[in-house]
């Protein structure tokens, strides 16, 4: 102790003058180190940005829309009539709700008990089985989606699903079939439900490996069945991540756009019951980026219809994806 | 405990119910995904033929006449393949430096919030935005625009697939070389990166299949041509586009051949989709645990 303090080095004694004693050539290595990582950082900003630069260059470019006319009409306009100048997105938007509605409540309460069942219920081996299933369902392009729609699902609304509703429940509006087709809200729900099931799934089943086994295992102490655990002790605790992974779904459901287009029916018309064909968002900016140069205002009233289901689709998304990155960082 | 109350028959009858629902919903999702490939199958297979795969449209193929879809096979193929290419160039970095400079940081919180947001924001918005540039620069529907989107779309999926795989990885080991001296470049170049291979390769692939499958994105930036793409500022057919444009067909014979198109995609997917879970586990058996 008492050496260390009497042998101070020239050396150290040029240390403890602090900034200036740094070398002032600095190795190459560290010089290398902070160039990169300068980059680094420059590159990474990339994702950060554009998020802002999709959604700016999309307000500039429908400004001139927003412009001409008020917000009101064009959210609450009934009429699609470009070459009249009329631009309403009122059957849009709603036909846009539906078909999410529908797709989002079909999807829901299957997610949650399969999401159930491979967390708490399943064996290592189901669970391992049904991991690939769930990601070959991601991985299956929109349009085959639109392929499976067209020639299962939409014959099935029509053959199957529609004289059902038609002998049990003609009396409930909304499952009145006033268009008998199949092409409509209820095919495109169930397609869309299909498609955003494993990403629901995925994300309900990482909320589950949450909560922590101790409450399981208490629960099942004091005699608890396994069910009566979950209801009472395990869902109450992931609540909040389960709405979130269904605000998700939602969300992917809002942007869908092929395979919705191809089963819906495409009829601009505000939709009463399921079984009415419809004309989402999507499908109305798809179909008509073709004709959009030809009309003024056109190319701008579809690209604020893009504006407009972007921010719903951000706001969704950001909610949604805040509460589930906190409870998996809780664990 | 209220819930203790109820007779114990009841509570395994509903244990019971439970369980049995959940079983169904299981196997009714995986019966969708069986009810898809069976009828891309049965569908496309009859289609499928040699010159569909060999041959460019011909005169008269939208009625039915002669030809095939290779246009539509080797522009998807660059498509996706220049697209994952790009969003290599810019999500390798990304995941090195949020896993070596942020790590569990606040900053790499918003960097991964924000790469989540951007996977879920829609290819038909992303295809408008391109739109919009390519209204900005003058240019036209071309292979490198579609290109350019497709990269967009398939950054933060393959970004997020490399994070997930590397932030795994054992901090001793970055420990380990930063107490030997090294900067944390080179922990990034020499070891991060090595045991981020599995991820890459997923990374990759995951990419690529998205990136073939998007249709929404392409048919704004990409266009649709009877020719088989030759130059990047040339506008390319594209495989989902394919199966869409010929299944709104009134002819029977075209709209035959759109389901050949699906599977022929479908097959591409899967093969992609299979070979990933193939690859990582192989590759997985090389990095530390």
Redesign the interface.
């Given at each position: 102790m008492s050496q260390s303090s009497q042998t101070k080095t020239p050396q150290a004694i040029q240390n403890t003058e602090g900034r200036f004693s740094r070398p002032s050539v600095i190795p190459p290595r560290a010089r290398i180190d902070g160039i990169a990582r300068r980059s680094f950082f420059t590159i990474m900003l990339l994702p950060v940005f554009l998020i802002a630069v999709v959604t700016i260059a999309l307000v500039i470019r429908s400004w001139p829309i927003l412009q001409a006319y008020p917000l009101k009409d064009l959210l609450f306009g009934n009429i699609w009539r470009p070459d009249k100048g009329l631009f309403g997105f009122y059957p849009y938007i709603i036909a846009t709700f539906w078909v999410t509605a529908v797709g989002v409540l079909l999807a829901t309460p299957a997610c949650i008990l399969i999401s159930i069942y491979l967390a708490e219920y399943a064996h290592a081996r189901t669970r391992s089985a049904a991991k690939p299933i769930l990601d070959l369902l991601a991985a299956i392009p929109p349009v085959v989606y639109g392929v499976w729609g067209l020639v299962a699902i939409v014959p099935f609304v029509d053959k199957v699903l529609a004289p059902l509703s038609e002998r049990w429940l003609d009396s409930v509006s909304i499952f009145r079939v006033n268009q008998p087709t199949g092409f409509g809200i209820l095919a495109a729900g169930i397609v869309l439900a299909v498609m955003i099931a494993p990403l629901i799934i995925s994300v309900m089943y990482e909320i589950f490996a949450t909560v922590p086994n101790d409450l399981r295992h208490a629960a099942l102490a004091i005699g608890a069945t396994k069910w009566q655990t979950i209801r009472s002790i395990i869902l109450p605790q992931v609540a909040p991540g389960i709405v979130a992974a269904v605000v998700l779904g939602a969300s992917r459901a809002l942007g869908e756009t092929i395979a919705v287009l191809m089963v819906v029916g495409n009829v601009a018309q505000t939709p009463t019951s399921i079984f009415d064909p419809a004309y989402p968002l999507p499908a109305l900016i798809a179909n008509n980026y073709g004709d959009m140069m030809s009309i003024p205002l056109y190319d701008s009233a579809l690209l604020s219809a893009a504006l407009i289901l972007l921010i719903v689709i951000l706001i969704f998304n950001i909610l949604s994806i805040v509460v589930i990155q906190r409870m998996l960082r809780l664990k | 405990?209220k819930?203790?109350k109820q007779p114990w028959q009841r509570?395994?009858l509903?244990?019971a119910f439970?369980?049995f629902?959940?079983?169904v919903?299981?196997v009714?999702?995986?019966g969708?995904?069986g009810?898809?490939l069976w009828?891309?199958v049965v569908?496309g297979l009859p289609a499928l033929s040699w010159s569909m795969i060999t041959q460019i449209p011909k005169g008269g193929y939208y009625m039915g006449k002669e030809g095939g879809i290779l246009n539509a096979i080797i522009g998807s193929l660059y498509l996706a393949t220049g697209g994952t290419a790009l969003a290599m160039i810019?999500s390798i970095?990304?995941a090195?430096?949020?896993k070596t400079?942020l790590g569990d940081s606040q900053w790499g919180?918003?960097?991964?919030?924000?790469?989540?947001?951007?996977w879920?924001?829609?290819?038909?918005?992303?295809?408008?935005?391109g739109?919009?540039?390519m209204?900005?620069f003058g240019l036209r529907a071309s292979l490198l625009a579609g290109i350019i989107i497709l990269a967009?779309i398939e950054?933060?999926i393959m970004?997020r697939a490399m994070d997930e795989v590397i932030r795994r990885m054992p901090v001793d080991l970055e420990h380990a070389a930063l107490a030997l001296g090294s900067?944390?470049?080179?922990v990034?170049l020499r070891v991060v990166i090595r045991q981020m291979l599995p991820g890459i390769t997923t990374a990759i692939l995951l990419g690529f299949?998205r990136g073939?499958?998007?249709?929404?994105s392409v048919?704004?930036t990409a266009g649709y041509t009877d020719r088989i793409v030759t130059s990047l500022m040339r506008p390319t057919a594209s495989l989902?586009l394919a199966?869409?444009f010929q299944?709104g067909s009134p002819y029977p014979e075209v709209q035959r051949r759109?389901?050949a198109a699906?599977l022929i995609?479908?097959i591409i997917?899967?093969a992609?989709?299979?070979g990933s879970?193939w690859i990582s586990a192989r590759l997985n058996k090389y990095t530390i645990k």
């Open positions: - | 405990m819930f203790l509570r395994h509903v244990e439970m369980k629902i959940m079983r919903s299981l009714f999702v995986a969708a995904l009810l898809i009828i891309v569908r810019f970095p990304i090195l430096y949020l400079y919180h918003y960097v991964r919030l924000s790469l989540d947001v951007l879920g924001i829609p290819s038909i918005v992303y295809g408008a935005f739109f919009t540039l209204i900005a967009l950054l933060p970004t900067t944390k470049l080179e990034a299949g073939i499958g998007d249709a929404a048919l704004f989902p199966v869409f299944l759109g389901y699906a995609l479908t997917v899967l992609v989709s299979l879970r």
